[in-house]
């Protein structure tokens, strides 16, 4: 059974920095896609960042480009997202998932998602 666990959330003033880290568990992690994904209150959730299974290929949406960076460790079944410059309006939970396709923005190309991890940007 794959299991992913967000860490790493919490709550960081406008212009600081913050990571979160996701690990997996349950099968073969450096044959997988990860992605990360956020959903705001009231918003649907929308892709962020996506590395593909061996951390040599990234994809960001274009609302956290050169300011959030997604990496990944395979020897310790961890992916991370570096946020830095952060806004207000990345205020959200911030959730990882697995993929067998990369690159995808798309939630329903991801069939693990783990529980989240709050994010709260303050101005």
């Known amino acids: 059974q794959v299991r992913l666990v967000e860490s790493g959330g919490g709550l960081v003033q406008a212009g600081g920095s913050l990571r979160v880290s996701c690990a997996a568990s349950?099968?073969?992690?450096?044959?997988?896609?990860m992605g990360w994904f956020r959903q705001a209150p009231g918003k649907e959730r929308e892709f962020v960042a996506t590395?593909?299974?061996?951390?040599?290929?990234?994809y960001y949406a274009d609302s956290v480009k050169g300011r959030f960076t997604i990496s990944r460790d395979n020897t310790k079944n961890t992916v991370y997202l570096q946020m830095n410059s952060l806004k207000p309006e990345d205020t959200a939970v911030y959730y990882c998932?697995?993929?067998?396709?990369?690159?995808?923005?798309?939630?329903?190309?991801?069939?693990?998602w783990g529980q989240g991890t709050q994010v709260t940007v303050s101005s």
């Open positions: 998932a697995q993929s067998p396709i990369f690159p995808s923005p798309s939630t329903h190309d991801y069939d693990y």
């Open positions: 349950g099968r073969t992690f450096s044959a997988y896609t």
């Open positions: 590395i593909n299974a061996s951390g040599g290929r990234t």
